[in-house]
């Protein structure tokens, strides 16, 4: 199986920051995009950031210019930069990563259990 670990979240003041990170281990072969996801309270879930694993990222449009989507390849593990936060912010973050268990293998997709950020006015 391939677990995911996210780390990083808590409560910060409006215009701080968080570093997330996401650790993914267990049977991995190679992992191919991987990304970030929020929910707030009472919404659907919804895109923050990807990344590829050549390095190509795509932001949604409210955080583009303040978050930072970043990985590295050899440890598994991805990264989320959060600068000038906002109260809308606010959610319990989820990693995700799109992992090939064997070579030629199918793709599969895991989810972490997610982190709270908590960003107050």
């Known amino acids: 199986q391939v677990q995911l670990v996210e780390s990083g979240g808590g409560l910060v003041q409006a215009g701080g920051s968080l570093r997330l990170s996401c650790a993914a281990s267990?049977?991995?072969?190679?992992?191919?995009?991987m990304g970030w996801y929020r929910q707030a309270p009472g919404k659907q879930r919804e895109l923050v950031a990807t990344i590829t694993s050549g390095g190509s990222t795509n932001y949604a449009d409210s955080v583009k210019g303040r978050f930072t989507i970043s990985r590295d390849n050899a440890k598994n593990t991805v990264y989320l930069q959060m600068n000038s936060l906002k109260p809308e912010d606010t959610g319990v973050y989820y990693c995700n990563a799109d992992v090939w268990r064997v070579p030629g293998g199918p793709q599969f997709r895991y989810w972490g259990q997610g982190t709270q950020v908590t960003v107050s006015s």
């Open positions: 267990g049977s991995i072969f190679s992992i191919n995009t």
